[in-house]
């Protein structure tokens, strides 16, 4: 294998399409939102400038209710299912209707860090402040309206989580009647048996249905959503989004963004409180329609760590993986092996992914658990000595799963070498 490093910035290049960057050929042909993030952060390793407009042709197509969407149809291009057709939110480029992880704060701020022209970063995150600022607002407005400190989630790919294990409960509520006939595209790229299953797809399609209904009105789909979910990872990462968010708005003078923003983020740690379960030594998720926990140990709970938890609980997180880690070749597993759920293939139901193993290090690194975060960088690394920059790997052997020279996968490992 040639050097990681040039391999990686390869990966980067071969899927950027000049303004954003496909997740990887085939299989994603569009802008995914929080796949443009960490891609940004992997390419201030190399490019500066190209890694700023990553970010910028995100926030271009911001809706005007502060909603950033998780896919952005810039072409057409009819290799994915579901496209801009069956979404309908009548944008003028089309994207979904839905939003995914936060991470556009947390990603502002390590941008600047990296950068070495101050003049033109401190310009161009100057202009991407109050966007951001507006897409936070929006969350708590929208998805939090019970003003409780954390947002719910109302459709299993905004977690990004697409078919975890958590999703399995609240997700049996959800309807399949009506709904129109469809082809999938992503069996035709990727292993099915590595993908999330037809009932599932049903499901997903039942709620973007049932939404495109309602008008995409962000004023009513939480409340009409039957799934309401409560994930500590999504909302670990907004938090983290606020904190940083504020940071670099204090630093740059827009002193309400950062007041507003320190608030929110204050106020979502005190709350994940309510999400810790002793018996798992990690978060769990809470399902908004019933008020229960799931009882569902993911890696949702444990990528928690992102945000400024107690240090206490990252050591109590931290044994919870060194147990996992006791029984699979490669950390970290995207469910427990405790759980009979768990597979090891499947999607989020088992396999590792690189990006999820980087915010875990870098929140364990922060809560001064170095040992660990020092070896989730080491397993990630020999997952692509071994299989490449695929687009999640088996815990278990380490084969390579999914979508293969993988846009995000790449930019972490920038990272983890640096
Ligand atoms: C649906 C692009 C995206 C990631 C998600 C991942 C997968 C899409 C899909 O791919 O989801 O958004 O069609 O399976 O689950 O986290 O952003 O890489």
């Known amino acids: 294998m ?50 700023w407009t990553e970010m910028e042709t995100l926030f271009a197509h911001q809706w005007d209710d502060g909603m950033v969407p998780h896919i952005i149809f810039h072409v057409h291009d009819d290799g994915y299912f579901p496209g801009p057709d069956v979404w309908q939110t009548g944008r003028a480029v089309r994207t979904s209707g839905i939003t995914q992880p936060a991470v556009a704060g ?18 161009r995150a100057r202009a991407l402040l109050e966007p951001i600022h507006r897409w936070h607002q929006w969350f708590y407005t929208c998805r939090d309206p019970g003003a409780e400190g954390l947002v719910a989630i109302i459709h299993p790919w905004e977690a990004g989580r697409d078919n975890s294990i958590d999703w399995d409960e609240p997700f049996a509520r959800v309807p399949t009647d009506g709904i129109d006939p469809y ?17 599932q797809y049903d499901r997903y399609l039942w709620l973007v249905q049932h939404f495109r209904a309602l008008g995409w009105d962000n004023n009513k789909l939480h409340d009409a959503s039957p799934f309401q979910v409560v994930d500590p990872g999504f909302n670990a990462i907004l938090i983290r989004g606020c904190a940083d968010l504020s940071e670099l708005a204090g630093e740059l ?77 490669y950390v970290v597993p995207s469910h427990s ?66 979508g293969r020279t993988f846009t995000w996968t790449a930019a972490v490992v920038l990272e983890f070498l640096a």
């Open 2 to 51: 040639t050097d990681p490093r040039d391999h990686a910035i390869s990966v980067l290049k071969e899927n950027d399409r000049g303004t954003y960057t496909v997740p990887t050929k085939g299989l994603y042909p569009f802008q995914w939102n929080w796949d443009s993030c960490f891609t940004a952060i992997g390419q201030a390793h190399f490019d500066e400038d190209r890694a």
């Open 106 to 123: 947390f990603a502002l701020k390590r941008l600047f860090a990296m950068s070495k022209d101050k003049a033109m970063a401190a310009r």
């Open 183 to 199: 082809v999938r595209r992503d069996t035709q790229h990727a292993d099915p048996a590595h993908r999330p299953t037809k009932e």
């Open 253 to 329: 003078g827009a002193h309400q963004i950062a007041a507003a923003n320190r608030d929110w983020a204050q106020k979502g740690v005190g709350a994940l409180e309510a999400l810790w379960s002793e018996k798992h030594g990690q978060y769990l998720c809470l399902d908004r329609t019933t008020g229960t926990l799931i009882d569902s140990a993911s890696i949702g709970g444990i990528m928690a760590v992102i945000a400024n938890i107690p240090a206490y609980r990252a050591a109590a997180i931290t044994r919870t993986i060194a147990s996992e880690a006791e029984r699979t070749r």
């Open 337 to 402: 092996l405790d759980d009979p759920r768990f597979d090891a293939k499947r999607y989020w139901r088992g396999p590792v992914w690189l990006v999820v193993n980087y915010l875990i290090a870098v929140g364990l690194k922060a809560a001064g658990e170095d040992a660990m975060a020092e070896k989730i960088v080491r397993s990630s690394l020999e997952l692509i000595e071994k299989s490449g920059f695929a687009e999640y790997y088996d815990p278990l052997d380490g084969e390579p799963l999914g």
